[in-house]
């Protein structure tokens, strides 16, 4: 009995030393980064396929020229580079022409919208870049009615943000660790070091823990797009 009663004392005093310690990290240094040390929520399965629910090309609000684009296994994004060229310039080139509803002479062999208006033509030429592919070591997730895509940095830690959606709106919510009333004692569990010189926090969470950081706006940076 009194073998249980010095463990039990033993464990908190343990438990509280953490607490002070957490306590003492928080309060003495700012971070500027975060990452999770394991995909997040740590115990629920990976998906292969983003579902097709979610599936598709959505608009940024208040900038319809970017989009995002949900492919079956991939996360895309594109926005247009506006290229004012006036009719004259047109007439005189010999690159420039226009065939099939494109616009000839920007980009090699290959034709991109266009729009005249006025003496301008507006060449649209459609920037295309990966934002995020499942593989081996970058992970999707779901969490009740959210996707997780947990990348994985150079340093091996893992960079996540949640996805949402809400009939024709999509939100990307990610994590800004500078923010007022970041929640990291949400997480209970995580150290800290030194990362190219960047004060860092790295998490840990049981699946409780991470419902709770998300309950408490963790993922509080938060993108809006639309159908």
């Keep these: 009995m009194k073998n249980k009663k010095f463990i039990m ?8 030393f953490l607490w002070i310690s957490i306590s003492s990290i928080i309060g003495q240094e700012s971070f500027n980064s975060f990452y999770f040390k394991e995909p997040q929520p740590v ?15 959505y608009f940024k609000h208040n900038d319809s020229i970017v989009q995002i684009i949900i492919e079956p296994e991939s996360i895309y994004t594109t926005f247009a580079i506006v290229m004012p060229i006036s009719n ?6 010999h690159n420039f ?6 616009f000839y002479g920007i980009k090699e ?9 006025n003496d301008t033509t507006y060449a649209f030429l459609i920037q295309k870049d990966l934002l995020f592919k499942i593989d081996s070591i970058n992970v999707l997730k779901k969490f009740g009615d959210d ?9 091996g830690y893992y960079s996540t943000t949640r996805i949402h959606k809400n009939d024709t709106l999509l939100e990307i919510y990610e ?12 997480l209970k569990y995580f150290s800290s070091e030194k990362i190219d010189d960047i004060n860092t926090l790295i998490a840990f969470p049981t699946n409780e823990d991470f419902k709770n950081f998300i309950d408490l706006n963790g993922f509080v940076d938060t993108t809006k797009y639309h159908l």
């Design 147 to 155: 996707y997780f895509i947990n990348e994985r940095k150079s340093n």
């Design 97 to 102: 022409y226009t065939k099939d509803s494109l």
């Design 43 to 57: 115990d629920n399965k990976s998906s292969k396929k983003f579902p097709k629910k979610i599936q598709g090309s």
């Design 9 to 16: 004392k033993k464990w908190i005093i343990v438990m509280l």
């Design 88 to 93: 004259k310039e047109v007439q005189k080139s």
């Design 109 to 117: 062999n290959e034709g991109i919208p266009y729009k005249e208006l």
């Design 175 to 186: 994590i800004d660790p500078s923010a007022k009333d970041f929640p990291i004692k949400a």
